[in-house]
């Protein structure tokens, strides 16, 4: 086989796998969490013409019958009374081609032209199938400007395979941001050197406009702006920026050109919130940590680290040395790259990203980039020692990726522990789950089922023999009643507690509705894991006492200093006695 050509047939045979492993995965609950908030964009402007989800009888019936996600926390209410959508618009802007070849085949195929029956499914994923695909043969004419065709196409196959690009690429992440973002990477990066080797308008314009897209398809990755910013060739810095200056009208152009590809979401904001600007993430609970980034656990926790789950990492990250030493040029733009994209994934408070995806699926965009350190680690001195690593390495991930797709790895709940408990097996051992992290409940049935492994303790009881008659007379002028207020720390020192809450409700024949009892958390004063149970009065007469009881387990807190706070609050006004307000603590042993 003509050298030239061993490349090229790895994109085909890397691809023929993809598509192989693809088909063994349905795809009817394609468009259920994080996915249906990326897609919503395009059945809600183009098949009901309401973008601002201001008429929730056909978002309630299409909840109701395709059950995306236990909770719609894709969606935030939005200042002028409509919903708005979480997530920005650039996946629904790949999505789209598909969606339209979906909606015109659909009525004529016999299915519902809905936006959710099967043609929508299934061209939207193989869709999305074909952008990975894409992404695979430019990420081969990006290689081929440093390495020689066989060393490309060692190079695919490593990233491929010896990283978790194969489980979110065509097992379980087919429709998330990340595979397209390895595309996009992949394709800015090629512009940019195009552009510094040959400028010219094109080059330019791609430039602007892939970064524009990257930036719509996740703001944060806004880093990716590091790439044209810090690239240099072999002659240097300073004669890349003389080649800006003197080019100065293409810069204009390529910023034009991001500010357009960006627009969409600023147009879509004005629409529905009326303010150009909108930050869609409201929940205390949850956002960027940039005082205090978790890089370490990212990187090296067993829940979901980085190098952990894909040590293949390590070797892309130690080739930095050879980089510096063989193409000083790219060593200072890719430390760069790589540090900030660390630092701004990892301070995300989530920072293991859910469920769903095996290892650091924020990471798997700079594959595109990481794989040229890994290129020149394996074309250097040690190089057969290095491969030989590498292949190891692959087998490893292979196997964790089958462990990971057969429930063996744990999607959220891993630990060091289980981790060794399980190392290299093909079964679970007898007892290894309880190594586990606690298995929290995805919907507000939260039940303390067996607490055996707890220590139980009252953390607050409040009788109320302060007040009049020993009881407290709740009024709409004192709605509140006092509780607990205690940061985490004080709770427990391990990831979670549950607590047991009670009260008792005197009942009348009142026709106002009885209080609630309300449990939740506050970060910097605002408040996240809300819950607010109202009272079952069930068969309980008049003159009688009626007991409300419910389970609480403590959130993924953003700080230990987060403060815990339990009420009972008289939210619909009326005059209403309660007593006997208590809150049991069942912590880890």
Partial sequence: MPQRRWSLVAVWALCALLLGLRTTQPVRHAFTWDVFGYYLYLPATFIHHDPGLRNPAWLEALVAEHEPSATLYQLVDGPEGGRVIKYSSGMALAYAPFFAIAHALAGPLGFPADGFSAPYRVAVTYGMLLWVMLGIFLFRRLLLNWFDERTTAVLMVL?????????LAALDGTLLTHPLLFTLYAALA???????????????????????????????????????????????????????????????????????????????????TGEWLFYSYINPGEGFDFGSPHTWDFLFSFRKGWFVYTPLALVMVAGLGAVRQRARHLFWPLCAYLAVDLYVVSSWTNWWYAGG????????????????????????????TMLAASAVLVVLNLFQTWQWSH??????????GYYAAVFCRTAVPA???????????????????????????????????????????????????????????????????????????????????????????????????????????????PGEWCTQRFDYITPEVRSAEDNLKVYIWNQAGGTHIVDDLQVELFGPK
Avoid at 224 to 230: D, E
Avoid at 238 to 257: I, Y
Avoid at 437 to 459: M, N, Q
Wanted: some cysteine.
């Fill in 159 to 167: 990233v491929v395979l010896g990283t978790n690009f194969l489980h």
């Fill in 190 to 272: 090629l512009a940019t050197q195009r552009w510094h080797r040959h400028a010219g308008l094109p080059a330019a314009v791609a430039v602007g406009a892939l970064a524009g897209w990257i930036t719509l398809v996740r703001p944060s990755e806004g880093v990716c702006l590091l790439i044209p910013l810090l690239w240099a060739e072999p002659s240097g810095w300073r004669a890349k920026w003389r080649m800006v200056a003197d080019r100065w009208p293409q810069a204009v152009l390529a910023v034009t050109a991001f500010v357009v590809m960006a627009s969409p979401q600023l147009a879509y904001w004005r629409q529905v």
């Fill in 357 to 384: 995806s095996f290892s650091a699926r924020s990471m798997m965009p700079a594959y595109a980039l990481l794989a040229v350190p890994l290129g020149f680690a394996l074309t250097g001195p040690g190089r057969r």
């Fill in 407 to 416: 429930g063996i790895l744990s999607k959220e709940r891993m630990t060091a």
């Fill in 431 to 541: 007892g290894a789950d309880a190594l586990l992290l606690v298995d929290r409940p995805l919907t507000e049935e939260e039940a303390l089922k067996d607490e055996s492994g707890y220590h139980r303790s009252l953390l607050y009881r409040n009788t109320f023999d302060d007040r009049p008659e020993g009881v407290y007379a709740l009024s709409p002028a004192d709605p509140f009643t006092p509780g607990p207020d205690v940061p985490f720390r004080r709770l427990t020192g391990a990831d979670h507690a549950w607590l047991r809450i009670s009260a008792r409700l005197w009942v009348t024949d009142s026709t106002t509705a009885p209080p609630i009892l309300v449990a939740t958390f506050h970060h910097k004063g605002e408040t996240y894991k809300y819950r607010a149970v109202k009272w079952d009065l069930g068969a309980a007469a």
